[in-house]
């Protein structure tokens, strides 16, 4: 399946960036693209085809930030504001790490979905911009099964918006539980 076209270009340099924190990150671990594979139950070749930047599956991303001292945030920018109890999940920090990106995924999830019916723009119609089914669009907002970090910034940029994404260190103490 060939990746979808950025609807701008930043989007692809924000990928590169986050690409080069999680390297830095998996260095300053002093961890092998192979120690880092093993950790999270994947190939140093699949390791590598991200840090080549040709594979950016959220799933895959979510569980490698801790694995190397960070946490994965995305928060569309530039939308309007999500109701106080979405905003209330984004901020949430949760205690297990291992289902943090739980918290993250439901959080943009729910930012996405409020900002496009804050827009007025049903899922078909947003399907039709992206060229995708509705379906694709429901399983998005419904933050079900794996999807690819590009197609979450498409979906932004087809509301008017774009994708944050950062890197937040963890603190010493959850570091050795990741």
Sequence with gaps: MK???????????????????????????NLSQ???????????????RHEAGQSWMLFTLYRWAPAVGGRLLLRPVGLPDAPDEVQ?????????????????????????????????????????VLDCAESG??????????????????HCRALGGALWIGLEPLPVEQMAAA
């Excluded at 270009?9 to 998996?26: F, G, N």
């Excluded at 920090?93 to 289902?99: E, H, I, K, N, Q």
């Excluded at 669009?137 to 498409?154: K, N």
């Design 3 to 29: 990746a979808p076209i950025d609807l701008h270009p930043d989007d692809a340099i924000t990928r590169l960036m986050l690409r080069d924190l999680l390297v830095h990150y998996r260095h300053r671990a």
């Design 34 to 48: 192979r120690a880092l594979g093993r950790k999270l139950d994947l190939t140093q070749t699949t390791i590598a």
């Design 88 to 128: 209330a999940l984004a901020a949430m920090r949760p205690a297990d790490l291992t289902r943090g990106h739980e918290y993250t995924r439901a959080a943009l999830a729910a930012e996405l979905t409020a900002a496009r019916i804050a827009l007025g723009v049903t899922r078909e119609e947003l399907g039709e």
């Design 137 to 154: 669009i429901r399983e998005l907002e419904a933050a079900r099964g794996d999807t690819l970090l590009g197609t979450v910034q498409r």
